[in-house]
């Protein structure tokens, strides 16, 4: 059987959790601490891991807004009494048995889809507990990502339903039609349908670009003109998998406590 590794993009889960708890004046409701614990009992008891970590986002500037400065601009900031509440949440998920890791200057993203891809070279199963698109270029038969919140798996049929395009074309797509819950604008002119269209007519966006020239209208014109632009947009969108962690999955062997 498998060996199955949950990978937690924490604050996705923790923000998620923290507003479901809030009242409509912006008060909490009940300790943010129990109320994410509680969220991640739930999680590994329907996930059922061998293995689990909770992937925080580590300090310092990450690649991307070196070579985009506007990336990620204009988030709301995590709420004061919140992040107070953090190094709490961190030792209450560390109680449940489950480790957290970050690293500096890398976002949780680029952790959790490297650790995605040693788990299924090492011929396990990774299941990644985020509701974060960005993830959804990293399904295979040993990647599944879930929303933990609607309590399904997101699949490669969700995929076509939604976004009419397959995965692993989905760093394409974003790049092409822009995302806007990171600042990345996308090539005017073209939304996200105009680009999946695109990309199922082309394949890639380096096939998008390449065929520029034969596709009409005010699409091809942007396209032509913003080429590099969606060039840069594609290294914001694409996860790296081989970032040097140092870390050992057996660190992970969750036991219920």
């Keep these: 059987m498998k ?3 949950l990978l937690i993009d924490a604050l996705n889960l923790i923000r998620r959790v923290d507003a479901a708890r809030r009242n409509h004046a912006g008060s909490p409701a009940g300790s943010s ?18 293995h689990a970590v909770c992937v925080f986002e580590g300090t310092g500037t990450s690649f991307r807004t070196e070579l985009y400065p506007g990336y990620k601009a204009g ?14 949440i961190k030792q209450a998920f560390l109680n449940m048995g489950i480790a957290s ?6 976002e949780a993203d680029d952790v959790i889809a490297t650790l995605a891809s040693k788990i299924e070279a090492a011929r396990g199963c990774a299941v990644i507990l985020s509701t974060d698109k ?13 929303d933990h919140f609607a309590r399904h798996y997101l699949d490669q049929a969700y995929v076509r339903d ?14 092409l039609a822009g995302d806007p ?19 199922r007519d082309y394949s890639s966006l380096g096939n998008v670009l390449a065929h520029a020239p034969q596709i009409k ?41």
């Design 3 to 5: 060996f199955i590794v």
């Design 33 to 50: 601490v129990d109320a994410c614990a509680q969220s991640l009992t739930r999680a590994v008891n329907e996930c059922a891991p061998t």
């Design 75 to 88: 988030r709301s900031p995590m709420p004061s009494d919140l992040q107070r509440d953090i190094p709490a």
């Design 101 to 106: 890791v970050e690293k500096d200057c890398v």
């Design 134 to 146: 960005v993830f959804l270029q990293l399904l295979s038969d040993s990647i599944r990502v879930r």
């Design 162 to 175: 939604k976004f009419q395009v397959e995965s692993a074309q989905m760093a394409d797509l974003l790049a």
């Design 181 to 199: 819950t990171n600042n990345i604008p996308g090539v005017p002119s073209v939304g996200r349908k105009t680009a999946a269209r695109l990309l």
């Design 217 to 257: 209208g005010p699409a091809g014109k942007a396209i032509r003109e913003h080429g590099s632009d969606a060039l840069l947009f594609l290294q914001l969108t694409r996860l790296k998998k081989d970032i040097d962690l140092g870390l050992n999955l057996r660190s992970f062997r969750y036991r219920r406590t």
